[in-house]
């Protein structure tokens, strides 16, 4: 697989839109907005061009990761900062590693541009793994006070985002990406059909363990999720496991409690929404307790819900 990360051009800037738009439709409610950003972002005076990149597998994009300039009020002053969103990476390629390159070849551009730290909404049990942490350990809040798990930063020089009585305001990027543009927007691409799926009510929800567990997109944790599913089927095939990456009507998740992966299980959308390769490593009745839970959520969220 040859992957090459490089700059956008003009040229790139549909089939960019296009792969973001697969890559998020349905991820976080029915259907996604995120294309709309990156249509936004391109000419708005926060964007951060030279700092935001493509990736390309065998000369299609694969993946994007668009940088932007925001602001932490503090009480010595104010701080700007870079964000980026959306980082993403095109279905057919997840696993391949196209993300991490993104990410290790950006930040240093980023700290070469002169900013202090970058500050993001994003998975906060994967962006650690690059050195991102909670906002709150830094003291920085958003500009309603909250320091929510999601809410992540990463210093790119020592106490830069140290910052007294930080609150944190997005880029007003976010206040043109309205229904009125993204409908517009939605009328360059093909129709795709909105549904509701787990990560749309377990995101909100996924990382205090409520309910005493939480998902996560397996994208995140190919090992765990390959190693719980080969657990399970000792009789899976390596193309079987490939297909579900790369099937877009399926999404497949991992269960922790806290950091822990207990169990596994797919979102299938093709024809209704039902769940497969459930595999739950708990006591029976805390099992039954946990797959009754995920059943009767997805079945409230799709009223046309298919049992196995």
């Known amino acids: 697989m040859n992957i090459e990360i490089r700059k956008e051009t003009q040229k790139d800037y549909h089939e960019t839109e296009e792969m973001t738009r697969r ?58 900062v870079a964000s980026f969103g959306p980082l993403c990476v095109d279905h057919k390629y997840k696993n391949c590693g196209i993300g991490r390159k993104l990410l290790e070849e950006t930040i240093p ?68 990406c309205t229904e009125e543009a993204l409908a517009e927007l939605e009328k360059d691409f093909p129709p795709l059909k909105k549904i509701s799926q787990p990560c749309q009510w377990s995101y909100e929800n996924a990382y205090d363990d409520r309910e005493g567990y939480h998902y996560e997109y397996a994208t995140h944790y190919p090992k765990e999720f390959e190693r719980l599913l080969k657990e399970n089927e000792k009789e899976i095939k390596d193309s079987d496991i490939k297909a579900i990456w790369e099937d ?9 409690t806290r950091q ?16 497969e390769h459930l595999y ?29």
């Open 248 to 256: 877009f009507d399926k999404t497949p998740y991992v269960l922790f």
């Open 260 to 275: 822990e992966a207990f169990g596994i299980f797919v979102f299938n959308h093709a024809f209704g929404s039902f769940i």
């Open 280 to 308: 739950l490593q708990k006591e029976p009745s805390e099992a039954e307790r946990i797959e009754k839970e995920i059943r009767e959520r997805l079945a409230k969220a799709n009223p046309l819900q298919k049992e196995e």
């Open 109 to 176: 551009l980023v700290k070469e541009a002169g900013f202090p730290g970058i500050v993001i909404m994003g998975e906060p049990y994967y962006y650690p793994k690059f050195g991102f942490q909670r906002c709150r350990e830094f003291g920085i809040t958003d500009m309603d006070g909250n320091a929510y798990d999601p809410f992540m930063g990463l210093e790119l020089i020592e106490g830069g985002l140290h910052i007294k009585g930080g609150r944190f305001e997005e880029s007003s990027v976010v206040e043109e």
């Open 23 to 80: 890559s998020f439709y349905n991820v976080y409610g029915p259907g996604c907005d995120e294309h709309l950003l990156v249509h936004k972002l391109r000419t708005h005076k926060d964007f951060l061009p030279d700092c935001s990149r493509i990736a390309l597998v065998d000369g299609q994009i694969a993946g994007v990761i668009m940088y932007f300039k925001c602001i932490i009020h503090g009480e010595d002053g104010d701080v700007e």
